[in-house]
């Protein structure tokens, strides 16, 4: 018996082939849940979605859209009757130093990462408080906690700290309806957000400082994200896990 059999749930920014969004919306998959994958291309999002078997779909919708965020979520609950798992993943980031950071630069971060967050969960809400139950997950980075250090510029790291403020205030309102947010803090995962962008010297620089001594498997995060969207979690609500091999043990 699967954790999530019978369960409805919406992964952003899954289309991503070795990303964390497909790797969690597989692990949902495998246990039990039908899913929405979420992403910028329809038929990216598509492809992804019959990777992991019939009945799961895939939808165009870029989460700093308002209007299109509302638009999927409609739509699912028309075709589901309910959503009761929001994956919010999709994310971006550039390494970026502080004095380089140009308007552009700060408003594409901090609005995939953080309004993405805030529209799509908007989008979920109100069917969740109707049931009475929901999990929200969100992807934040240890560069929030410890102020960059792996890849992303101070922007990235602001985006994400934002997005641990938003799950707690999240977490508070959405407590009495039921309703559980949580964030993830992954450390460094391989993936194709730091593909080919990192330099030998700067990933045997991030190794060195993580106890375990490896990069963190896009499972790790699939891992933590299903206990968080499952009711092994019951209890927990408005925390921050950190998923990290040890680099920030506090
Ligand atoms: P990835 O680049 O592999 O995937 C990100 C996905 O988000 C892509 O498919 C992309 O098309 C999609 N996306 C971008 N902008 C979008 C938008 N406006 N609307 C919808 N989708 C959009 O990245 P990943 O490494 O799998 O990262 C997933 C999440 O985890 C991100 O939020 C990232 O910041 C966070 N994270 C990653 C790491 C890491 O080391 N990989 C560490 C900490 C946090």
Redesign the pocket.
């Known amino acids: 018996q699967g954790l999530l059999e019978g369960r409805y749930a919406i992964v ?5 082939a ?5 790797a969690t919306a597989k692990l949902f998959a495998d246990h039990g849940a039908t899913i929405a994958i ?4 329809a038929n ?1 999002a598509k492809a992804a979605a019959a990777d992991l078997g019939e009945d799961h779909v895939g939808f165009a ?4 859209d308002k209007t299109a965020c509302a638009s999927v979520a409609s739509e699912l609950k028309a075709r589901w009757g309910r959503i009761d798992v929001l994956v ?6 550039q390494p970026l130093k502080l004095m380089e950071i140009e308007p552009q630069n700060y408003e594409a971060v901090l ?3 953080l309004r ?1 967050t805030l529209y799509m969960s908007q989008a979920v809400i109100p069917g969740m408080r109707e049931v009475g139950s929901g999990s929200i997950v969100n ?5 929030a906690q410890r102020g960059g250090g ?3 510029g101070p922007h ?1 790291s602001a985006a ?1 700290a934002g997005i641990l403020g938003l799950t707690k205030a999240m977490a508070r309102e959405l407590a009495p309806s039921g309703v559980r947010v949580n964030a993830i ?10 593909a080919g962008k990192l330099t030998d010297e700067m990933r045997a620089q991030v190794l060195a400082g993580i106890p375990m001594g490896r990069a ?1 498997e ?1 499972s790790d ?1 699939a891992g933590c994200a299903l206990f968080l969207a499952s009711d092994l979690s019951a209890y927990c609500t408005g925390t921050e896990v950190d998923v990290n091999g040890g680099s920030l043990i506090h």
């Open positions: 952003t920014g899954a289309a991503s070795r990303g964390l969004g497909k979420l992403d910028l291309d990216a919708c870029d989460v700093t919010n993943n999709a994310g971006i980031t609005d995939v990462n993405g992807l934040s980075s240890v560069s792996i890849f992303g990235y994400k803090c992954p450390g460094f995962i391989a993936t194709d957000i730091t963190g896009a995060v």
